[in-house]
């Protein structure tokens, strides 16, 4: 019973280091501008300026990122959002996988990974929830439920 207890144990603190290990990089407080603009032309930043919002890096080869597509989608209905597909091909290319996908997400093209850089992304996906104020107050790597990102939303509200 003991061995299973200190089993668990170590098990919630390896998993909690790996968190901290792959979250340590990504921004918090202002997020860094991002000056592209969206496949169809709006202004990427002004899609999240009033929080709480979503800055979701994703990729269209990433398995994680197709799991989480339709929980993405929804919550997408409910919060301003901004998507940015990270090394996913020419804006051709990457407009062919949205429309395949029924897709009808804000995406920035970051094909060359230079603003996932800037947001300290180190792999896909990532979560950036702000507040009112526009500051990133949430980040995270990896699945995420939509439950998890409707609480975090939640939260961010209250901040």
Known sequence: MLKKLGFYLFAALFIFAGQFLVN???VSGTPPAIAHTTLTGENAMQRVIKGPAIVYFWAEWCGICRS??????RVMQ???SL???VKSG???KLGDYLRAKKLNWPVVNDNDGSIGQRYGVKGVPALF???AAGNIVFTTVGFTSEWGLRLR???AGLS
């Open 24 to 26: 340590r990089d990504l």
């Open 68 to 73: 989480m597509q339709g929980s993405i989608s």
């Open 78 to 80: 409910d919060y301003p």
């Open 83 to 85: 998507t940015v597909a």
């Open 90 to 92: 020419d804006d051709s």
């Open 129 to 131: 929830i702000t507040n």
């Open 153 to 155: 939303l939640w939260l």
